[in-house]
């Protein structure tokens, strides 16, 4: 098996287009296949400079790192097509000594009257076809002699396809079974464009060709053009290696209501890119799944479910386990609602499972953002007890910063409740213990503390609340002993001094 991602480098890859990569990957691995990067850049007017790269760092990051493409090395190369500009003439031309195809001289404005004449009579899908092109100025109305002199003249030309009349053309979809198409519905689309250029049609079918494609993976939106590419592979005669396709339902707005989009991630605050895009305007801009604090274990398992079904109620699948059990007998036909909290209850699953040491890799560059690198065992430490209580990665800098940090921010609102300036001398007492405790471990200070509320008549109810408001400004937050295990002896003294000074006053801090 040989399957490709052919993205085309227009700006930020969406997030389907992940999706797609993710079961071209899969399959590859279970079948101990070859998984393809190409770079689909053939189209000058829509490229955007740093698209590429942005493909590549999501494909990594994903964990979908290419077999074959630019920069990863293969016998087919290259993989980027405008680098194979010269292939795709020669193929161009091949189809018109065959019959084929046929050279097209009508200019844009010709093209237009014509448009215009047929909508002034009531047809509104004029089409370049197999009845249009007998008045048009081609090859196949012009003699040889004539066809060769405007060739020869400079005048711009296109190379079009013959599409055959009276056929039906059949695609077999793994996904859709048996989907058929009349070439009347079909035009005569162009291969070779006036400046030179290939089509994406030209270009990806004879790239799926010369790079041995056995499997066509892709988003549904390209089925229509998938009758178009079986017409190629029998007017180049490829029948026999023509690849298997499979298109990949849409994936829907959280609503279920059409197809989503990038600007429903502007417009609904979620994220629907990789990773963060920086365009050239603000709008252009978009935040990823991993600036948003996602695992990309967690992603790849919620996208790699958006239409595949297992079968069973299994949800959490490791990476050995999705590339053990996913086929595209089970991918459905119908477009995949998009629901960012079952993202999330994803995201929240893999953290819980993480280890302290994958979970401290996942959360430092987060803690980095916020100035904060903490020694690595004391940050496996606090992973330990916040893995049950973050969703999203950037959960430790707003919601574990205490640890790394003095406490930036206090619950006036809880203090002013819970503190009781009377108590002031007890608590004073309760800090010195502490202070003169060697055993720094949660049994051993809770032990402490029972032991010291049995003698002082300060409820341990009481005590409780204004350890987690000293230590970490807020009622929220991993057991308290535990808390002070990892905070460590001085840093608790100094919070506990710091409350006993600070929590009397008004408008404390
Ligand atoms: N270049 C196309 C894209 O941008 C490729 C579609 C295909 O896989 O054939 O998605």
């Not at 590419?229 to 005669?237: D, N």
Request: glycine share 8%; net charge negative; proline share 5%.
């Amino acid at each position: 098996m040989r399957v490709r991602f052919a993205p085309s480098p227009t700006g930020a890859l969406h997030i389907g287009g992940i999706r797609t990569a993710i079961c071209n990957y899969l399959l590859a691995r279970r079948h101990n296949g070859v998984f393809i990067l190409r770079i689909e850049d053939t189209d000058q007017n829509r490229y955007v400079p740093g698209a590429e790269a942005y493909i590549i760092e999501s494909l990594k990051w994903c964990g979908l790192t290419p077999d074959e493409g630019p920069g990863f090395g293969g016998d087919y190369g290259p993989y980027r097509q405008s680098e194979r500009m010269d292939i795709y003439r020669e193929y161009a031309e091949d189809l018109i000594a065959k019959g084929e195809a046929y050279y097209a001289f009508d200019t844009p404005e010709e093209l237009e009257a014509e448009r215009e004449k047929a909508k002034a009579a009531g047809n509104h899908a004029w089409k370049y076809d197999a009845v249009s092109r007998e008045t048009m100025r081609n090859s196949l109305t012009l003699s040889e002699a004539e066809t060769r002199k405007w060739i020869d003249s400079g005048a711009a030309y296109v190379i079009r396809l013959k599409v055959p009349v009276g056929r039906t053309v059949h695609i077999r979809d793994e996904i859709r079974g048996d989907v058929h198409f009349q070439t009347e519905e079909l035009d005569d689309k162009v291969m070779l464009k006036a400046d030179g250029m290939p089509t994406y049609h030209l270009a990806n079918v004879v790239d799926d060709h010369l790079m041995k494609i056995t499997h066509v993976i892709r988003g549904e939106e390209w089925l229509p053009s998938t009758a178009h590419h079986v017409l190629l592979y029998q007017a180049f005669g490829w029948e026999d290696t023509m690849p298997v396709f499979a298109h990949l339902p849409l994936i829907l707005k959280p609503d279920g209501k059409g197809k989503l989009s990038k600007r429903d991630g502007v417009r609904l605050g979620i994220p629907v890119f990789p990773i963060s895009w920086k365009g050239e305007t603000a709008e252009d801009s978009f935040t990823g799944f991993r600036e948003a604090g996602f695992d990309p274990r967690a992603l790849v398992n919620f996208l790699a479910l958006l239409s595949w079904n297992p079968g069973t109620e299994q949800e959490l699948f490791s990476r050995e386990e999705l590339i053990a059990a996913f086929s595209l007998d089970k991918v459905g036909k119908a477009g995949a609602r998009f629901d960012i909290e079952k993202a999330k209850w994803f995201n929240q699953q893999y953290l819980l499972n993480s280890s302290p040491a994958e979970l401290a890799a996942l959360a430092r560059p987060f803690l980095a953002e916020q100035g904060f690198q903490p020694d690595e065992n004391y940050l496996q430490a606090v992973c330990g007890l916040m893995r049950e209580r973050v969703t999203l990665l950037t959960d430790f800098g707003a919601e574990a910063a205490y640890f790394f940090g003095p406490v930036r921010h206090f619950d006036t609102a809880s203090i002013a409740k819970k503190w009781n300036p009377e108590r002031k001398p007890a608590l004073e007492d309760l800090g010195k213990r502490l202070a003169g405790h060697s055993e720094w471990k949660a049994d051993s200070i809770k032990a402490l503390v029972e032991a010291w509320v049995e003698s002082s008549g300060v409820k341990f109810g009481e005590i409780l609340p204004l350890f987690r408001l000293a230590l970490a400004g807020t009622m929220k937050g991993p057991g308290v002993f535990e808390m002070m295990e990892v905070l460590g002896s001085a840093t608790v003294q100094e919070r506990w001094q710091f409350a006993l000074d600070h929590f009397d006053q008004t408008g404390i801090i």
